[in-house]
């Protein structure tokens, strides 16, 4: 179990990451003891953030990349680093603060850009490579602000890379990848077998992924080397408990941010309208008891989580669009929902699709309930008249029956869910 006794400065500590990662449900409180505890580990050196699309994978990364800079410190030296980090536009840490940390996005990256990117390039690899570059592990390991100089957070981390949605690595680089996570050696492109050009990455490798990575998308032996410790983040649905302070925190975000990109329109240019821009200013307000009611209602799992959030509220603060016309004009975003597309399979049929993984016939029907139950969830929270329907039949009130439909699928047992 996780004390925060493997890190300094523990008030300091509980309270940034009640900052980035808000929530008072059991699920998110196991998400922050995961964190600080593999922040504090020596050993966790791959660390793999496994969620739904919008529920704070991204900002998961980066507390862990920050603390475990804090980890080896003493308290007061700890503290003053929380003191100095800096949060950007969307409340997640500012990552021009953690130089030791470096984030590379996977998705849609030309192979040949990938392979530059993650291992860097010699000099003359190819036509136009008049410099040699760094690539992301580099780059952490030296500290990525300070070109050519070691910066002492690279130094004591050895640097932290977030690979961003890992599931989306072009098979063909996925082997390059086994080595630099095995702190064997690896080559900047062109330099390949040249001890110029050798380099060895003992940092801390962290990946996210919205997609289901037991599948064919990664190599298993790179699955394996990827995935020792694992932090899965959960849906909103699966916390309805955290949407008040979720709602409160992105509200924070939204307005601070409005604020400011007026502040600098009116900076911009002197000819600027000098009454409409500031009684703009000043009618940024807080959500209505009402918005923020009529959003609660909404099953955000299906809408971006936090980032479905964050884009409605952004439209009620920013741009005074109504919270009705914002709720009737959200689509659903399937991705990172593997239930979207499922329509009414039964249970054996669902037995039918599971892929092998050493489970006996008992584990595969719980996984399969569990999906049973989400897909009704979500019927049911997507189809108002059949809500209605059910609510008559079953003679519990709305919004009883609404509080019910969410808890089908609430996650009951930390780690025990079956996949
Ligand atoms: N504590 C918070 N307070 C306010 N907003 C937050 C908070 N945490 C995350 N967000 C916002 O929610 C959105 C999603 O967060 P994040 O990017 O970390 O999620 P993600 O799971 O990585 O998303 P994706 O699947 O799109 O990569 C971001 O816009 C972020 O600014
Ligand atoms: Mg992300």
Same mark, same amino acid.
């Given at each position: ?11 300091? #500590? ?50 862990? =990349? ?12 700890? &503290? ?11 409340? !997640? ?35 136009? @490579? ?30 932290? #890379?977030?690979? *961003? ?17 095995? =702190? ?14 050798? /380099? ?5 490798? $962290? ?14 032996? /790179? ?17 309805? &408990? ?23 329109? /009116? ?18 307000? !807080? ?6 009611? %009529? ?12 980032? =479905?959030?964050?884009? @409605? #509220? &952004? ?9 009705? %016309?914002?709720?009737? &004009? ?43 139950? %989400? ?7 997507? *189809? ?9 039949? /079953?003679? $519990? ?23």
């Amino acid at each position: 179990m996780t004390t925060t006794s493997g890190l300094p400065a523990g008030a300091a #500590v509980q309270e940034l990451l009640k900052r980035t990662v808000p929530g008072t449900s059991t699920a998110i409180q196991h998400v922050r003891e995961d964190i600080l505890d593999f922040a504090a580990s020596v050993t966790a050196k791959a660390i793999l953030i496994k969620g739904p699309i919008g529920v704070g994978k991204s900002t998961v990364a980066r507390v862990i =990349g920050f603390l475990k800079r804090v980890a080896p410190l003493e308290r007061i030296q700890a &503290e003053r680093l929380i003191t100095d980090l800096r949060f950007d536009e969307t409340r !997640r840490i500012d990552i021009r603060y953690i130089p030791w940390f470096v984030e590379l996005a996977l998705t849609g990256l030309v192979e040949t850009l990938a392979d530059s990117q993650l291992f860097g390039v010699a000099r003359g690899a190819y036509t136009g @490579a008049t410099a040699q570059r760094a690539g992301v592990f580099e780059l952490a390991m030296t500290g990525r602000s300070r070109r050519g100089s070691e910066h002492i957070g690279a130094r004591v981390t050895g640097g932290v #890379v977030f690979l *961003d949605e890992i599931g989306d690595l072009s098979p063909t680089i996925q082997p390059k990848l086994l080595p630099v996570l095995s =702190g064997g050696l690896f080559y900047r492109v062109g330099g390949e077998g040249s001890e110029e050009h050798a /380099l060895e990455f003992h940092g801390t490798t $962290i990946t996210a992924s919205w997609k289901d990575l037991s599948s064919a998308t990664l190599r298993p032996d /790179l699955l394996s080397r990827i995935a020792p410790y694992v932090i899965t983040v959960p849906s909103l649905d699966d916390r309805r &408990e955290d949407f008040d302070d979720l709602l409160s925190s992105i509200e924070d975000g939204v307005i601070a941010s409005t604020k400011q990109s007026i502040a600098a329109v /009116l900076e911009a240019d002197r000819f600027v309208d000098r009454d409409y821009w500031p009684s703009r200013k000043d009618a940024v307000a !807080r959500l209505s008891s009402d918005a923020r009611r %009529r959003l609660s209602e909404v099953a955000w799992g299906r809408h971006g989580n936090l980032r =479905g959030i964050a884009a @409605a #509220v &952004e439209r009620i603060i920013a741009s005074g669009t109504d919270v009705e %016309r914002v709720i009737e &004009e959200l689509s659903p975003i399937g991705a990172g929902d593997d239930t979207v597309d499922r329509t009414e399979d039964g249970m054996l049929d669902l037995l039918l699709d599971r892929t092998w993984d050493g489970q006996g016939l008992a584990g595969h029907v719980k996984a399969a309930e569990v999906q049973l139950r %989400r897909d009704l969830r979500d019927r049911l929270l997507d *189809d108002a008249a059949m809500r209605q329907r059910l609510s008559q039949q /079953l003679r $519990i009130p709305d919004r009883q029956l609404l509080t019910q439909i969410h808890q089908l699928a609430r996650r009951r047992h930390r780690g025990k869910e079956p996949k």
